[in-house]
């Protein structure tokens, strides 16, 4: 079993839709978990943070984290274009940060 | 705009070159970090410094030679590199470094796009 798994997508959303990305994590004791958003040809950037189970909200994005299950997702409310991207989902294993393979989401104008 | 500033931007070399990636931040972080990421692939740990110390090499093989000279700034010295060596590197940075710190958050600079020739 992968560290972090995604789906690689694509993942096509309309425009002002709810975008749903979900990642699953395989070690138990994992006790911080990341959301970063990478466009083309650009580095990752920081979406959100979240270390307690439930929803975290900022802005359009929340994040939903249940430890039990080893799942931790990202909505995006209110679809914009310029939310098409690689979302990257990274969880720490020991000392380190692991970064799952990234969904490609397409928002369709 | 990241506080994470990395030069140059664009490094194009010679498999016989000998080069370097600079990496400063002014966040006054305490962990920086270098990643290597190939296309469609997500990024790869390569070292982790901490408090100025190596801390993680994940066997990265020695034409790869991190530098950290003082707590703002990282280089990686680069020699002999072969072409599957071409990628993005990209440099990092947290608070704290740790699964139990509450300022593990990482931060990437824009990363250094290297082709090897």
């Known amino acids: 079993q992968k560290e972090v798994e995604q789906n690689s997508g694509p993942l096509s959303v309309p425009e002002g839709a709810i975008a749903s990305l979900n990642c699953t994590y395989s070690?138990?004791?994992?006790?911080?978990f990341f959301w970063y958003r990478q466009y083309s040809g650009k580095s990752p950037e920081l979406i959100m943070s979240?270390?307690?189970?439930g929803d975290k909200e900022d802005g359009r994005f929340t994040a939903q984290l249940n430890k039990a299950s080893q799942y931790v997702s990202l909505l995006i409310r209110d679809s914009q274009p310029s939310d098409s991207a690689t979302y990257l989902c990274a969880v720490n294993r020991d000392d380190k940060i692991i970064f799952g393979k990234g969904t490609r989401l397409h928002i369709l104008p | 705009d990241t506080e994470v500033t990395q030069t140059p931007k664009h490094l194009v070399m010679g498999m016989t070159n000998k080069k370097s990636l600079k990496c400063e931040q002014h966040m006054g972080h305490r962990a920086m970090y270098w990643y290597k990421q190939k296309a469609k692939k997500p990024p790869e740990l390569m070292f982790v410094y901490s408090y100025e110390k190596l801390s993680i090499n994940e066997s990265v093989p020695s034409r790869f030679s991190p530098e950290c000279p003082n707590s703002s700034l990282l280089n990686l010295h680069l020699h002999a590199l072969q072409p599957e060596d071409s990628a993005l590197y990209l440099c990092?940075?947290?608070?704290?470094?740790?699964?139990?710190?509450?300022?593990?958050?990482?931060?990437f600079g824009e990363g250094s796009w290297l082709t090897v020739v």
């Open positions: 070690d138990r004791v994992s006790q911080s």
């Open positions: 979240i270390y307690s189970n």
């Open positions: 990092a940075s947290s608070q704290g470094w740790g699964p139990i710190s509450s300022g593990n958050t990482i931060y």
